[in-house]
């Protein structure tokens, strides 16, 4: 069984959501066919387009002062429109304001995701809990890495964290299979308009990582940009 965009079956404009779960009926090199009602199949799919699990979870980060006017806001626009995405049970929205919080949920819950979004406040060599103040990379492999979790795609919403050196040192984490996040700091609806079209061009348009970022961060309004990291190395 895997996940395929919708948008790539017959119908699949009229679909409810973006992404459509289905069982792979036959094997080719670097594609695959799909089984369809009616005992129908599937034209020839890039594999590239699939995914074997799918859920996203989105992790807000309060720090008591800005989380009314800006964390939830932008934690409740990401969530709506993941919604018109993907159904409610692939989907968490989790609040936490301590790195504790954060590893009790985590070590429960983390895989049954494989995006995780992270909402709050950073710079270039931590993110900011509300409870412990600046959390750096290490922290969160002390904190996560116990738990051995299968590699995520990570996309944070926090001010520079797209720069090293935090992004160096957390995308070479097991748990971590690339590390998206803003170059500099951001308005928090840049960092909204951003996600929703990267989301839109990965699992709505079945585009991978690197190409959906690229397209994404070409897209974004003025100066803004994010950056991609994989394995301790800047992409992009």
Known sequence: MVYVPSSLLPGGDRAMYAMRKCKVSDVGPRSVRL??????????????KLHRKLGIALISIGDFDSEDGLITPLGKS?????????????????KVRSIAELS??????????THIVLIGHGDS?????GLGGARKPDAFQKRLGIHKAEEKLIISLCCETGKAP?????SSFDFCSTL???AHSIHGAVGSHFLQTFLSLHLL??????????NANN??????RFAIWTDGAKRA
């Open 104 to 113: 009790k949920w985590w070590g429960t819950n983390h895989a049954a995701y």
């Open 219 to 224: 897209l974004m309004p003025g100066p803004d």
């Open 166 to 170: 935090f992004a160096k040192q957390f």
């Open 180 to 182: 998206i996040g803003p």
């Open 125 to 129: 060599e931590a993110i900011y809990f």
């Open 205 to 214: 348009q079945g585009k991978s990582v690197k190409i959906a970022f690229n």
């Open 78 to 94: 990401i969530l709506q429109f993941c919604r018109l995405l993907l159904p409610d049970d692939q989907l968490a929205t989790i």
């Open 35 to 48: 089984e369809l009602p009616g005992n129908n199949q599937s034209d020839w799919i890039g594999t590239s």
